[in-house]
């Protein structure tokens, strides 16, 4: 069964860091799917975070760019999510997703269940 398992979420003091890391197993994509994050805060929609092609290929949205990196490990089929200069904004459940990038556009298929993010002095 497709199943995504996030790690790496917690409490970080505004400017701090973190790394999410998401393992996936018997994704029925093929061998060059691509995967990435999204988000949710309390009261606000999911919102995507930052995608990864298997070829390298990377997104990422305008609220992280230059804070977030990710990266992959295609032959463990592995994502990670480094965060970095964290801020009160950026606290929310984080989800890993994987799927495939189309004319550039990135459509998550299979979901994570997600792992809280908090960021708090």
């Known amino acids: 069964q497709a199943h995504l398992a996030e790690s790496g979420g917690g409490l970080v003091q505004p400017g701090g860091s973190l790394r999410l890391s998401c393992v996936g197993s018997?994704?029925?994509?093929?061998?060059?799917?691509?995967m990435g994050w999204y988000r949710q805060s309390a009261g606000k929609e999911r919102e995507f975070v930052a995608s990864?092609?298997?070829?390298?290929?990377?997104k990422y949205a305008r609220a992280v760019k230059g804070r977030f990196t990710i990266s992959r490990d295609t032959a463990r089929n592995l994502v990670f999510l480094q965060m970095n200069n964290l801020q009160f904004e950026d606290t929310a459940v984080y989800y890993c997703?994987?799927?495939?990038?189309?004319?550039?556009?990135?459509?998550?298929?299979?979901w994570g269940q997600g792992i809280q993010v908090t960021v708090s002095s």
């Open positions: 990864s092609t298997h070829g390298g290929s990377k």
């Open positions: 997703t994987a799927g495939w990038t189309t004319s550039d556009v990135y459509d998550p298929s299979f």
């Open positions: 018997e994704l029925p994509l093929g061998p060059h799917y691509s």
